[in-house]
């Protein structure tokens, strides 16, 4: 037990150093919220001509309404960052050194899931401090209620970047795969837009975004701001994010994964 924990707490330490040392990053993580926010909601307000009047509370601007699924952007694009750096490690070696401790191999990587969802907390937290200084507020409950919903969307995010670095050997590779994932998943999903209006243009565009595991992580931390639980949405993002996590497990099994096949 003890040797666990000294583990995780290295993990998460030398997760906490590299992002410090990397500022850019830190800044990058809240410009691209923050250029959604300001810059292309006048566009998409007007474009989709929103009047959004959803279950729990009446949106009175659009800001508001796609500020959930901008703290979702941060989890999503912090999971596969992390990942991004998880293939540099495996190619310097480090990732082996790790891997090869006498721990179990998937609670080192559960610690190192933890660490980036910390880390990506962090950013959506200061993200939302910029916001309640741009006028969008929460109630207190609703920063609280965020916490545990932060937690499961961005394990479960951050287990899926785990999964694909797992079949990829190359950097420069990774980063195409990372385009190919994190955009779909975005425009698809109710992070923009809520899924009437996307019903209004496609009814197949409208159940690709019901089945994206994005859409549901956006709608628990949207209801999570306002301190309302959306069981069906905890449901399905903590059964994605566990299968995505026994994915990567066996994907970095040298047994019976990726690893072993592309050795």
């Known amino acids: 037990m003890i040797p666990a924990l000294i583990a995780l707490r290295a993990i998460i330490a030398r997760e906490a150093l590299r992002f410090v040392g990397q500022r850019s990053r830190f800044v990058a993580a ?17 474009a989709l001509g929103l009047s959004i009047t ?30 991004l750096s998880l293939v540099y490690d495996r190619e310097m070696g480090s990732m082996r050194l790790l891997l090869t401790s006498p721990l179990p191999r998937w609670w080192l990587l559960f610690c190192r899931l933890l ?19 741009y006028g969008i507020q929460f109630s207190a409950a609703g920063y609280v209620a965020l916490l545990p919903a932060l937690v499961i969307a961005g394990l479960m995010l ?38 009437w209006k996307m019903a209004e243009s496609s009814e197949l565009l409208h159940d690709i975004c019901a089945v994206n595991p994005f859409t549901h992580a956006v709608e628990l931390i949207r209801f999570a701001l306002y301190a ?11 059964l994605t994010g566990l299968v995505l996590l026994a994915l990567a497990i066996w994907g970095y099994d040298p047994a019976r994964g990726m690893v072993r096949r592309k050795s």
Do not use: D, H, K
């Open 30 to 46: 809240l410009v691209r919220p923050l250029l959604w926010l300001i810059v292309f909601a006048a566009g998409f307000r007007a």
């Open 54 to 83: 959803p279950p729990y509370q009446t949106y009175t601007t659009y800001e508001v309404y796609i500020v959930p699924g901008l703290c979702g952007m941060i989890l999503l694009f912090n999971g596969m960052q992390s990942s």
């Open 115 to 133: 660490a980036s969802t910390a880390i990506s907390i962090l950013q959506v937290y200061a993200f939302l401090a910029v916001t309640a200084l």
């Open 158 to 195: 951050g287990a899926l970047g785990l999964a694909l670095s797992s079949t990829i050997r190359q950097l420069e590779n990774f980063a195409g795969v990372m385009n190919f994932v994190i955009f779909p998943m975005f425009f698809l999903s109710t992070a923009l837009y809520p899924l």
């Open 228 to 238: 309302q639980f959306n069981g069906m949405a905890l449901l399905w993002t903590t």
